[in-house]
């Protein structure tokens, strides 16, 4: 059962006649907790019974985690949520940039919706990367109930208020489609110039919409598979590419988001949506074979000795292009 005990003051290294009471109450552990800080007795044993109805119920907080800051609490997610690389990264950067700035040092249990939304109504960015700030924060927050430090997340399933206010509150205009832009000519004009092994990466990228990463990761095995379907009395027949990998380039982290450096890493595709066949048309398909037939790495994008294409060896080809 819990019970309350006398704490004294001390003054210049000597104890005074005043005090307080401190609660003390049994942990699930069988060890004693405490609570210090009560100015009555009555108030200390309340304290103390309530956490002991608590740990009866299996919806008790340790005091000392909910005390824990949601600074600390973020480095040991980021490091027990291993994800992609460049998804790491990017959650690093929203974590150093905007969110720790106002929140590493605030206790998990001291964090209140009204708080956070009206901070990310006072963030100098887009709308857009509020919202990203405010859902990685709501991910971090539940992780927090899941591990026991807060009984609950009170950014879940909230919508933020948006600015309608000043400037923001003016209509504003509809975005200007701008006609023109690269044609498939100029694709093809660019592919010749840098070269046929080169070249097909180009190519392929304008015709099919590989993404870069993608097309690096390309392995030799997943160009031009076939893809068929029943079409009329007979079957239809394309060939694809199967997009299963990627190379990313992103600045790597250590597990407490010390930057390490820029690395390029092969990685699984991001979601289930990345993960797709592509039709290839016809004269891009001739290309592929006969780049297949020639090219000995198990990356047909790649350079002659086979590590990864780098933007930088396309930036002269492109540049003088444009003149």
């Not at 005990?5 to 307080?20: D, M």
């Not at 309530?50 to 740990?55: F, H, S, T, V, Y």
């Not at 924060?137 to 206010?165: C, E, K, W």
């Amino acid at each position: 059962m819990a019970f309350a005990e006398k704490v004294y003051k001390v003054r210049n290294g000597k104890q005074t006649k005043q005090f307080t009471w401190r609660s003390r109450y049994k942990k699930p552990d069988g060890t004693w907790g405490s609570e210090p800080g009560f100015a009555t007795k009555k108030l200390a044993e309340e304290w103390g019974d309530e956490q002991e109805r608590l740990i009866k119920a299996g919806t008790w907080i340790d005091p000392d985690k909910r005390a824990t800051t949601f600074g600390e609490f973020a480095e040991a997610f980021m490091a027990a949520r291993r994800k992609r690389g460049r998804t790491v990264g990017t959650r690093w950067d929203r974590l150093d940039n905007h969110i720790l700035p106002r929140w590493k040092d605030v206790p998990l249990g001291a964090i209140s919706w009204f708080d956070v939304d009206s901070w990310q109504q006072s963030m100098t960015v887009e709308d857009v990367t509020r919202g990203h700030c405010v859902s990685l924060m709501s991910t971090i927050m539940t992780a927090a109930v899941d591990a026991g430090y807060i009984t609950v997340n009170p950014l879940f399933g909230r919508r933020r208020t948006r600015d309608t206010s000043g400037e923001a509150a003016w209509t504003k205009p509809p975005k200007v489609r701008r006609d023109g832009g690269a044609r498939p000519e100029d694709a093809v004009l660019v592919a010749e110039r840098l070269g046929p092994a080169i070249g097909v990466h180009v190519l392929a990228t304008a015709f099919t919409g590989l993404r870069w990463g993608e097309g690096l990761g390309l392995h030799r095995d997943n160009v031009l598979l076939m893809r068929r379907q029943p079409w009329g009395a007979g079957e239809f027949v394309c060939p694809i590419l199967r997009v299963v990998e990627e190379y990313a380039e992103y600045q790597e982290r250590d597990e407490r988001g010390r930057k390490k450096g820029y690395v390029l890493k092969l990685e699984p595709t991001k979601n289930d949506g990345s993960t797709r066949d592509v039709d290839v048309p016809p004269f891009l398909a001739v290309l592929l074979r006969n780049h297949r037939q020639d090219w000995p790495h198990e990356r047909p994008f790649s350079t002659p000795s086979g590590t990864p294409l780098l933007p930088s060896m396309y930036h002269d080809a492109f540049s003088n292009f444009s003149n």
